[in-house]
């Protein structure tokens, strides 16, 4: 696996923001959230921040190679996907029951989290859902025993005004019937 790695100063140059709004926010920050920033900016150099690599032939990237994709490629994309008038929120779903009491706090953290970091545009929690409420193909997984959402379908989840659906569970996922498990799935083309 490449490790595609930027002088500190090219990102900070690149973050550098001439808004006084956020110049201003960021002036607010507590002195271990401007440590959290910090580190995003010198990365494998802090204790918070290091490069992935792979350790062995079980993981995912050795088994299901992926074009490395640096910063420039991302940028230079001649289609990507803006938010247009009227569809400019972010709908965060849960999917399924969770158990675990924090776990509601976790999504909010992760709100927050993509609202500051897409701060152009609103990010929602929606009502958790059951995993037939999605409309989605589910699964016993024989192996496992455990239930499996098909990741693989548009789900019937939608809103008028969605820039983009994010569905959140603690379900595994599976993408056809050939595979035990997938970790996750996101397109920007197909469907919410």
């Known amino acids: 696996m490449q490790v595609i790695q930027h002088p500190a100063e090219t990102l900070r140059t690149a973050l550098v ?13 507590s002195r271990e959230e401007r440590r959290l920033l910090e580190e995003c900016l010198c990365l494998g150099d802090g204790s ?8 062995s032939v079980s993981d995912w990237i050795h088994s299901h190679p992926e074009e490395p994709q640096d ?3 991302f940028y230079s994309n001649p289609y990507p996907s ?6 400019s929120t972010i709908y965060l779903q849960i999917i ?7 776990s509601v706090l976790y999504v ?20 958790p859902v059951t995993v037939a409420a999605t409309g989605c193909a589910f699964r016993v997984n024989s192996s496992s025993h455990n239930l499996q959402i098909h990741a693989g379908e548009r789900n019937q989840l939608t809103t008028p005004d969605a820039f983009g659906i994010m569905g959140i569970t603690m379900i595994d996922l ?3 019937d050939s595979w035990n498990f997938v970790f996750g799935k996101a397109s920007l083309t197909e469907g919410n």
């Open 17 to 29: 923001s001439s808004r006084c709004d956020l110049t201003d926010r960021y002036h607010k920050y």
């Open 48 to 55: 918070l921040f290091r490069p992935i690599t792979v350790h």
């Open 71 to 73: 910063f420039q490629s």
């Open 82 to 87: 803006k938010p247009i008038k009227g569809h």
């Open 96 to 102: 399924g029951r969770w158990v675990h009491t924090l």
């Open 108 to 127: 909010r953290w992760l709100r927050d989290y993509c609202q500051a970091f897409y701060y152009w545009l609103v990010v929602k929690l929606l009502p």
């Open 174 to 176: 599976y993408p056809k």
